[in-house]
């Protein structure tokens, strides 16, 4: 019996990732939502299980220890709806990020409008190999065909038309892509998405008919200068569904007892994303990554609005892509040991083959670490062009992957950040510890309020407040004056240099005011312009980067040595 | 934990379905004894496509019908050469076939023609007997014998003669390792270092290479090669493991089949080295749980490719060296410290 949203007051979250497969559970205490617990086990969708069911049985019998709630009968089935003793739960929601590339395949008419939107769109998704043409770049029919048949496509996303503008151009694509279908085998025949000019909407749904399995969005590119993509992005997370109900045994069982549909894990951490730049206003807007093992999802939203890009590199299955486009040395640039550089690509590449492991020593794990810097690096730069970003300046900054969660100190973490983000200004840093945020993002649908106050709650950490001055000055060069009152008269006041870095102990919970006096030419923050204000402490208490942005390296191997070493002791990595 | 099992056995039954990329025709029929390389299947693949004007190409009017100057149909197949067009009775123009080619679609005098490939072929992969046809997709091939598991391969297929170079499990392989003598085998050798030693198999025109590890630098390289490289530990220069050492000495100098393709975890279809051997077997378990007394190789350093026995299986989650948590499995080697590996990071031998 279907238990209606508003009566839902637990919840099991599944997120069947690369990796792991992870179960949470929230529930309310006190009339508030709250994460109790979670676990996960190794994701079993890779051979020989090749369904979801293994890895989701153990993540939640280790759920059902960590929780000390029953949450499965005799015969291994959920307990939904939870019973009168407390037993299993009232609600189940499911994002997802594991599987095989999917193709996906856009077309657009101009490269800088609707090619360019619908390829933002298709690569929203983690797991998909995003391929791209338009027509004005690929006039003649016969290449087009040959596009569509080379990329071998899973997918294939039109867009091209505004309200009411070219209808001819897209007949005649519609009429390549329908000959090109023809040519795949019966079972491999891609799902069509169109997302242009919907006058032609019914047209196109009548000649794909017994072509291909057709869908029909709004159109992502509505007027010239004005995208949308947030319709046709339910669209793709329902075809990605389908195909990945088809990939994964045990998925369309799941669906079926579901609150919600299950959604693409980047699509649940948008929401969330999306939200927390609408609690947080400024036009700085907040930042989201996750790292996960074979995708990096970056999200940027600025009062509500968001821009989402998910590359194929990570530090699992994502290391093969990486490697191959990146040279080793932008990775080992980040160790203190330079001998480390065969040893570092050797791991590195047997990591890619077995990507559920984990680093057993300190210096597998430091080479994961400066790995992770450079896919956030690279994954930033990609995003930053995606969404046309002029500076890396965000209020609110939430990192979420195990290779960021589960470090043994969070200086750890916080490096790993300001080393591949490098952001500019004044920004709070948040641990999503858990790895809960694509989870909590599915439950939005069912009730609003669960993200809400589970946010609220001590689900997240907070890891720092980082104050990274914009400056052009010569190293050692003193930049910043900062006095930090924590209250009771206590006082401390320190002359920042120009190339250090600099952190000021303060633990969660606890406030300081905070007080900056810039030198000449010294901005402290792009966006909020005073100079004096409270900030909130963290794990790694408050920290005022002035290393420089971008951030340069010594290119001497021992003083590289020196300033890696010295940066990881402040931060106490 | 479940987790999935690499094989090295020396007695078993193989069975592998080889399936066409695309619909096409089974080449083999039930209880067919079939080699390595034998072709058990072939289908057509989609091919590049070329748009031909008629009328353009014979300089006619597009007011010209069509019948006059073609009677070619759309789904007909031509040869190279063949014609497509013609008109002229004294002095002839004539449009010909590009190559061979099927026809797409004509509209408006202009022809659609995808050049047709050369048929895909489906190999067998290893000596064996046709167990199961899935007449026009798929083949079972089965045989018994030994079954040696890689983790990686570069993509090709050969069978020959093995020939162990290898003198003890740590011995790396170089160029001194191989010699003209070993002209057309498929040799088997430790780890390698050095480009040098690769360039020595294409020298002495190997078949192919079996060898325990490369240096990650040599992987671009190996994919070039024309003849099949498979790595039976990965990457970095890693010892091979006692059990396939073992069984490399075993069949030195008995006819093997190497499939080097890359390991797709979501099917299983792993690289490996099939050496048929008459007797029987059953067959050898995909999946299992890690128990005491599980014999287990690890995967990552520490330790990359020791085999050992695990002595105890933790309770909860314990803190291994690099700082982070697993669950974690003690495991006992013959010349290694009794050591703590996370699960993960264990891969179960049978």
Same mark, same amino acid.
């Given at each position: 019996m279907a238990i209606p949203f508003t009566k839902v007051i637990s919840l099991l979250g599944i997120e069947i990732g690369s990796c792991n497969t992870r179960a949470v559970l929230f529930d309310q205490v006190s009339g508030q939502f709250h994460f109790l617990s979670g676990a996960s086990a190794p994701t079993s969708i890779i051979h020989p299980f090749r369904n979801i069911n293994d890895g989701l049985l153990q993540s939640m019998l280790e759920l059902q220890g960590s929780s000390s709630r029953s949450l499965l009968d005799d015969t291994s089935h959920l307990i939904l709806p939870s019973l009168a003793d407390g037993a299993g739960v009232d609600g189940l929601v499911v994002a997802f990020s594991a599987g095989s590339d999917l193709r996906i395949l856009t077309i657009g008419l101009l490269p800088d409008f609707s090619a360019k939107s619908a390829a933002k769109l298709a690569s929203s998704i983690p797991g998909c190999r995003v391929f791209s043409f338009d027509l004005a770049g690929t006039p003649r029919r016969v290449d087009q065909m040959d596009a569509i048949i080379s990329s071998e496509p899973d997918i294939i996303l039109i867009a091209g038309g505004t309200d009411h503008g070219a209808i001819n151009a897209i007949q005649e694509l519609g009429e390549v892509i329908i000959q090109a279908c023809k040519s795949f085998p019966p079972e491999r025949i891609p799902t069509v998405i169109f997302a242009g000019n919907p006058i032609l909407a019914e047209e196109m749904v009548e000649r794909f008919q017994n072509v291909a399995r057709f869908h029909c969005a709004s159109n992502i590119r509505p007027e010239i200068d004005r995208e949308d993509l947030a319709p046709a992005m339910e669209v793709l997370a329902l075809v990605v569904r389908e195909k990945r109900t088809r990939q994964f045994e045990g998925l369309q069982n799941l669906q079926k007892i579901c609150s919600t549909p299950p959604i693409p894990s980047s699509y649940g951490f948008n929401r969330v994303v999306r939200y927390l730049s609408m609690r947080y206003p400024s036009s700085k807007g907040v930042l989201g990554i996750d790292l996960g093992g074979s995708s990096t999802t970056m999200i940027s939203a600025v009062n509500g609005t968001s821009e989402i890009s998910v590359t194929s590199y990570g530090v699992g299955a994502g290391l093969k892509p990486f490697l191959e486009n990146r040279q080793i040395e932008t990775v080992t640039r980040w160790l203190p040991e330079q001998n480390t550089i065969q040893a570092a690509s050797d791991y590195l590449w047997q990591k890619s083959l077995h990507p559920q492991t984990i680093p057993a020593t300190a210096e597998t794990l430091d080479i994961e670490q400066a790995a992770a810097r450079e896919i956030l690096q690279t994954s930033m730069f990609i995003h930053i062009k995606q969404a046309g970003m002029k500076k890396v300046c965000f209020e609110l900054i939430l990192a979420s992957g195990s290779i960021l969660t589960r470090t043994p100190q969070p200086g750890e973490a916080l490096m790993m950040i300001l080393d591949g983000i490098q952001p500019v200004g004044i920004t709070s840093i948040i641990l999503d510890k858990n790895c809960i945020t694509p989870i909590l993002g599915a439950t939005a649908p069912i009730n609003s309020m669960i993200p809400v106050q589970v946010i609220d709650s001590s689900a997240y950490t907070n890891l720092a407040t980082v104050i990274s001055p914009i400056a052009k000055a010569? *190293?050692?060069? *003193?930049i910043l004056r900062v006095s930090i009152d924590y209250g009771q008269s206590s006082v401390t006041h320190l002359d920042v240099k120009m190339g250090s870095l600099v952190a000021f102990p303060l633990p969660p919970g606890q406030t300081a005011n905070i007080l900056m006096e810039p030198a000449r030419g010294v901005v402290i923050d792009p966006v909020r312009k005073a100079n004096g204000f409270k900030v909130f402490g963290g794990l790694c208490g408050v920290v005022i980067d002035a290393r420089g942005r971008p951030l340069v390296l010594p290119p001497e191997d021992e003083l590289r040595k020196q300033t890696l070493q010295h940066w990881a002791s402040i931060l106490g990595a | 934990m479940v987790m999935p099992i690499s094989h090295f056995t020396a007695q078993t039954r193989i069975r592998r379905t080889r399936t066409l990329p695309a619909e096409g025709e089974i080449l083999v029929r039930r209880d067919q004894k079939v080699n390595a390389m034998d072709s058990v299947g072939s289908c057509f693949l989609p091919g590049r496509h070329e748009l031909i004007d008629l009328y353009q190409s014979l300089g006619l009017s597009r007011k010209t019908s069509l019948e006059s100057i073609s009677d070619r149909k759309v789904g007909e197949t031509l040869q190279k050469g063949d014609v497509l067009a013609k008109t002229g009775k004294v002095i002839k123009r004539i449009v010909r076939a590009p190559g061979d080619c099927y026809i797409e679609s004509i509209k408006d005098g202009k022809v659609l023609l995808e050049i047709l490939n050369p048929p895909f072929e489906l190999k067998a992969g290893y000596d064996g007997f046709i167990q199961e046809v899935k007449p026009n997709w798929a083949v079972v091939v089965e045989t018994y014998g030994c079954l040696i598991q890689g983790v990686w391969g570069n993509g090709r297929i050969a069978s020959g003669l093995l020939v162990n170079t290898a003198k003890s499990e740590s011995e790396e392989f170089t160029r001194s390792c191989v010699d003209v003598t070993m002209r057309g085998a498929l040799v088997a050798g430790g780890f390698c270092r050095n480009q040098d030693s690769l360039e020595a198999a294409v020298d002495f025109s190997l078949r192919g290479l079996i060898l325990s590890s490369i240096s990650s630098t040599l992987i671009r390289y190996v994919q070039n090669l024309e003849i099949p490289v498979i790595l039976l530990e990965g990457f970095g220069a890693v010892s091979l493991n006692p059990l396939a050492f073992q069984l490399l000495n075993q069949n030195d100098r008995h006819d093997a089949c190497v499939?080097?393709?890359?390991?797709d975890i979501y099917t299983g279809k792993r690289p490996e080295v099939v050496i048929p051997l008459p007797g029987s077997g059953t067959d050898p378990r995909d999946g299992g749980r890690i128990r005491q007394g599980s014999k287990v190789r690890v995967r990552v350093p520490p330790y990359t490719g020791a085999v050992g026995v695990v002595v105890q299986i933790r309770e909860g989650s314990t803190t291994i060296h690099s700082g982070l948590r697993g669950n974690c499995a003690d495991v006992k080697f013959d010349k290694l410290p009794t050591t703590s590996f996370p699960l993960t990071n264990l891969d179960i031998l049978e």
């Open positions: 010569k *190293p050692g060069t *003193p | 499939n080097a393709c890359e390991w």
